[in-house]
């Protein structure tokens, strides 16, 4: 059997400064679309609202089988300064790790640890005139912030609640096409994404519903582009045997474990 060893994961960080954009539903369902290629994949929370945490306890208290996702209450974790190391140690046997970060400053400290830790980000915009200009504001200041300028990773749009192309999305196209920056995918507005997030789920799993199934090919451009730009970690496509009921973990709890590990 082909397997091609991962030697560290791909850290996919959901941002923008915007609330209510839709970056725990893109988290969510990025985390279900890679895990159900049976992909190993975590899913921290950075948000003290913790949706995304109460997302994996449905997830994890279902009937149904599903692809096993490790959830970390990431906001529960150590102080900053000590943020960088607990994510490398607690990164370890995941293919990837998607980041749901809450709506932050760049001028944060906590916004620059997430930038520092992050492979490529993805930022959900919303088609109105006030989200499209906060969107724009937080890409320019991501581009122009040193930490982003000493390491530039790849960063995609992805047009959220979208109904139909508008004038004021259009603009957004033309402010990313001169910094450089392309959209990547637009998901619909659509019922099935409250619909999946109170069933534990991504739109990906379910198959029977015909809304889901026509963002399907959203997703999967999503993924498609996010393997491509970060190809050293992308190398292993290949269905996994699923580990049974693995849990949420509380970061609190596993970071106590991990300085008693390392005293
Ligand atoms: N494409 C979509 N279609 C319909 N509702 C959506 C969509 N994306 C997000 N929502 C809803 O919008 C609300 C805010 O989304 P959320 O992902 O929590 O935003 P954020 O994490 O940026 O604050 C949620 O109720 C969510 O279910
Ligand atoms: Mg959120």
Known sequence: MDSTKISSPRHILVANGKGGCGKTTVATNLAAAYASTGQQVALWDYDPQASTQYWAEIRHAREEACAPIEALASFKGPRLRETLSFS??????????????????????????LVRMSDVIVV????SSIDIRASKRFITDLLTHRIYRARP??????????????????????FL????????????????????????????????????????????TLTSWIDEQTPRQSTNTQAR????????????????????NNA
């Open 153 to 174: 990773r790849p960063i995609g749009v992805v047009g959220n609640r979208i109904a139909t192309y508008s004038a004021n999305y259009e603009k957004l196209e033309q």
């Open 88 to 113: 490398r140690r607690a990164s370890e046997g995941c293919d990837v790790i998607v980041i749901d970060a809450p709506s932050l400053s760049t001028a944060s400290a906590q916004f620059e640890n």
């Open 241 to 260: 045997p699923r580990a049974a009921g693995r849990k949420v973990q509380h970061g609190a709890e596993q970071i106590d474990q991990t300085h008693k």
């Open 177 to 220: 096409a001169c910094s450089g920056i392309a959209t990547i995918s637009q998901f619909r507005d659509t019922p099935v994404y409250s619909e999946a997030a109170d069933q534990g789920i991504g739109v990906i799993e379910m198959s029977d519903n015909r809304a889901a199934r026509r963002e399907y090919r959203a997703w999967h």
């Open 124 to 127: 959900p915009v919303m088609a």
